[in-house]
């Protein structure tokens, strides 16, 4: 059973950072890199929006430099996932399908998932018209014609946002305008926006692509008529939530009621010598940026927290290696 300093749950961008500088403070950090090596935004087309490139750049390419960036400093990268975490013992013990660790402390940046419709096309052209980042992707839609999925905030302040590039955005709620989850506020401004059409009863049945291999049409049914058909467009963005990857550490660490992990503002969780960044904690802005400077946030206080407690980590290793 190995034994380690730091242990880094996830390899998306706050993990990378936590690496970087956990790898500097030459605390070798071991990077459980999970089912993708970078997360979600590894299936990002272009990254036009981090800053330091003038070019944009695919977040393959991002994530590689991200990975030798934090390797130079002593990273050592896990190609395995966690299945059990048993914070009730220190060191603490952490289980994937490999093999079991100990390690002093924990930095979690497993990240959160968008919920899918689970509908044909929807996987398979992501990035070629289907995205779940209007922020992210709504610049490569500029003079195009383009759907929105939800009826949350996140989909009216998305749609929004999406009508700086778009020429016309439809939004697509399988419900009437009286289950709107979004604040009357952000309805009232995309009811009063004339790039936005508001389609109620409305349920999108598949993604389909034209000659070039992008997203030309959805196929609809439109309840409130009783019709089902092919509507054009140029790219569909969905935003019927997230799912916070949090479900491994069962109840151990405090979350809300949506399973996001409870931080405060040094990135602590309710936990001592756990701490959490990243989209797992952060149900509001998930982006790139945002992400790495909660990890490097996430990654100064683990740091902190290593030396402040040296004395009792260190007689806890005697007591690991006497098995007293």
Sequence with gaps: MRRERVVIIGSGPAGMAAAVYTGRAQ????????????????????IENYPGFVDPLSGTELVEQMKAQSERFGAEFLWDSVTAADFSQRPFKISTYGEEILTDSVIVTIGADPRKLNIPGEAEYVGRGVSYCGTCDGFFFR??????????????????FLTRFATKVTMMYRAGQDKLRA??????????????????????????VGEHGSVNAVNITDHAHGQTYDFKTDGIFIFVGHTPNSKVFGQQLAMDDSGYVI???????????VFAAGEIQDPIWKQVATSVGQGTSAAMSTIHWLEENEHLLQSLDA??????
């Design 183 to 208: 604040g009357i506020q952000l309805q009232q401004r995309a009811l009063h926006n004339e790039k936005i059409t508001m389609m109620y009863h409305t349920v999108v049945n598949e993604i389909k």
């Design 27 to 46: 605390l070798k950090p071991l990077v459980i890199v999970g089912n993708q090596l970078g997360g979600q935004v590894s299936l990002t087309h272009e």
């Design 263 to 273: 931080t405060d503002e040094r990135y602590r969780t309710s936990l001592e010598g």
């Design 143 to 160: 003079g195009k014609e383009v759907v929105v999925v939800g009826g949350g905030d996140s989909a009216f302040e998305e749609a929004l």
């Design 319 to 324: 007591t690991v290696e006497t098995g007293a």
